[in-house]
């Protein structure tokens, strides 16, 4: 079955950084765009970026351009979420998403928190 699971989330001052990892499992993950989700308290979950498959096309929210960057190891079934200059706007619960075979599949999500 599908599996994701984040790590690296914690708490970090403005201006910090973290780098986020979400190992995926059962599925062929090298042909998979992947994407990383985040919901603030009181707000909708919303797409902070996405990577292709080969890793040779993503795509950014106008909100992180410039201080986010998805990578993935496809050998590792692992994608990346550095997280640069990070501002205290930047907290949420950070997920992991793929979509497989006519189905979403979330991680269970990591907490990031950046204190002023």
């Known amino acids: 079955q599908v599996q994701l699971v984040e790590s690296g989330g914690g708490l970090v001052q403005s201006g910090g950084s973290l780098r986020l990892s979400c190992a995926a499992s059962?599925?062929?993950?090298?042909?998979?765009?992947m994407s990383w989700y985040r919901q603030a308290p009181g707000k909708e979950r919303e797409l902070v970026t996405s990577?292709?498959?080969?890793?040779?096309?993503?795509y950014y929210a106008d909100s992180v351009k410039g201080r986010f960057t998805i990578t993935r190891d496809n050998a590792k079934n692992t994608v990346y979420l550095q997280m640069n200059s990070l501002k205290p706007e930047d907290t949420a619960v950070y997920y992991c998403?793929?979509?497989?075979?006519?189905?979403?599949?979330w991680g269970q999500g990591i907490q990031v928190t950046v204190s002023s």
């Open positions: 998403k793929v979509d497989y075979r006519a189905r979403t599949y």
């Open positions: 059962g599925f062929f993950f090298s042909i998979y765009t």
């Open positions: 990577i292709t498959g080969t890793g040779g096309s993503s």
